[in-house]
């Protein structure tokens, strides 16, 4: 772009018309839920039984079932800490978390009421976030947000890209590792969803950036499983993700985070 302006010679600096930003994809019915019957599904999962309850240690992943309707909590249980998610329908792990579509059918960042979808041909709802702690975190004066679908997953292919060593211990080693005994191979880990991770892309230059997880301890967010799920998450080792990636991260910054499920004890009220 010239910034001093045509001095009469060679071209003449183009001039682009403007015109108004247009939403892509505005709103598709299927992305807008009835908020009160979801509202009811929760309360019914909260009040049935909790069918599950695991920590993933710091720096390292889980994997765990969930059956259509069900509720999970994911819980910031000691310090802040970014989990990394990845969604597979249960009966055809070849459908699976779909993050790019996701962004443009919703945003960047997921709150209550958005939907994560599954990738082409099947195009459907996988989960639909029905509660979050950090939902008036908003969209701060950087243009950041939380729980983004913007992000890949750290790797250590990248990470050698940047520091030329070998490394062993990103989330896609650790998701890849955890979803070794579903048949599933690195090939089948996918862009994740970024819970509590703080991130957005600078004004000047529109580069992806992080800023430290405004998640404390108690913070949470929860889904409900559209269809029945395989879900990975590992704890990543970034940690709050406030330091770059390949600069060393301290220890303290790594935590681990708390996951439940609860089933209500009535699932009727789900084919409302
Ligand atoms: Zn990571």
Not at 77 to 82: A, K
Not at 95 to 121: C, I, M
């Amino acid at each position: 772009m010239s910034s001093g302006g045509w001095c009469g010679r060679g071209d003449r600096p183009r001039v682009f018309p403007k015109q108004p930003p247009v939403i892509c994809y505005d709103s598709p019915p299927a992305a807008r839920v009835n908020c009160i019957r979801y509202d009811d599904l929760r309360l019914q999962a909260l009040m049935g039984k909790r069918v599950l309850e695991i920590t993933v240690p710091k720096k390292s992943a889980a994997t765990w079932e969930m059956k259509e309707g069900e509720l999970c909590r994911i819980t910031v249980i000691e310090g802040s800490q970014v989990g990394d998610v990845n969604f597979w329908n249960l009966q055809n792990k070849r459908e699976r978390f779909y993050s790019g579509k996701t962004r443009q059918l919703h945003a960047t960042h997921l709150t209550v009421y958005d939907r994560l979808w599954s990738n082409l041909p099947y195009l459907r709802p996988m989960a639909t976030v029905v509660a979050d702690s950090l939902k008036n975190y908003g969209i701060d004066e950087d243009g950041a947000s939380v729980h983004d679908v913007i992000g890949t997953r750290c790797d250590d292919y990248t990470y050698k890209l940047i520091t030329g060593k070998e490394r062993h211990g990103s989330c896609h080693t650790y998701l890849t590792e955890a979803v070794a005994k579903f048949g599933l191979s690195e090939q089948d880990v996918h862009d994740v969803w970024n819970i509590f991770m703080c991130t957005g892309f600078t004004k000047d230059t529109h580069q992806y950036f992080t800023k430290a997880s405004p998640a404390r301890k108690g913070d949470y967010i929860e889904f409900i499983a559209d269809m029945d799920l395989l879900v990975a998450m590992s704890t990543c080792p970034q940690g709050d993700v406030s330091t770059p990636v390949g600069k060393p991260v301290p220890d303290k910054n790594c935590h681990p985070l708390g996951v439940e499920v609860f089933r209500a004890i009535d699932q009727s009220v789900k084919e409302h």
